[in-house]
C-alpha cells in the first residue's frame, strides 16, 4: 500500500515563506512522477508544481519564481519551498504522485496554508 502524507502548511505573513515536505512510503520502488496540488474554497484543484524522474520541473504561471519543487534523490520525499507569498496561494496543498507503469494517481490527505497578515 502507498502512502503520501504531507506537512509544513501553516499561517504565513504576505511575504513570508513555507516548507512543504511530501513524505511517500509503502511497497515502492520509486515514484516516476511527482507533484503539489492545491485547492482553496470554491476553486478548482490546480497543479502547482511538478517534477519528473530526471529532475524535470514545471510550474503554474502564478507561482513561477516563487516556488522551488524539489526531490530528495532517489528517496520517495518531495519538497515545496514557497516563497514570497501572497494571500491568493492560500489553500490546501496535496501532494501527488505516479509509479512507474501505473496510471493510478496516489494522493497525499493535504495540509493547510494560510497567507494573512
Known amino acids: 500500500q502507498v502512502q503520501l502524507v504531507e506537512s509544513g502548511g501553516g499561517l504565513v505573513q504576505p511575504g513570508g515563506s513555507l516548507r512543504l515536505t511530501c513524505a511517500g512510503s509503502g511497497t515502492i520502488s520509486s515514484f516516476w512522477s511527482m507533484g503539489w496540488y ?19 520541473t514545471d510550474y503554474v504561471d502564478s507561482v513561477r519564481g516563487r516556488f522551488t519543487i524539489s526531490r530528495e534523490g532517489t528517496k520517495n520525499t518531495m519538497y515545496l519551498q514557497m516563497d514570497s507569498l501572497k494571500p491568493e496561494d492560500t489553500a490546501v496543498y496535496l501532494c501527488n ?14 495540509t493547510q496554508v494560510i497567507v494573512s497578515s
Open 97 to 110: 504522485a505516479y509509479l512507474s507503469g501505473n496510471p493510478r494517481p496516489y494522493w497525499g490527505q493535504g
Open 38 to 56: 492545491r485547492q482553496a474554497p470554491g476553486k478548482q484543484r490546480e497543479l502547482v508544481a511538478g517534477i519528473i524522474r530526471g529532475n524535470r
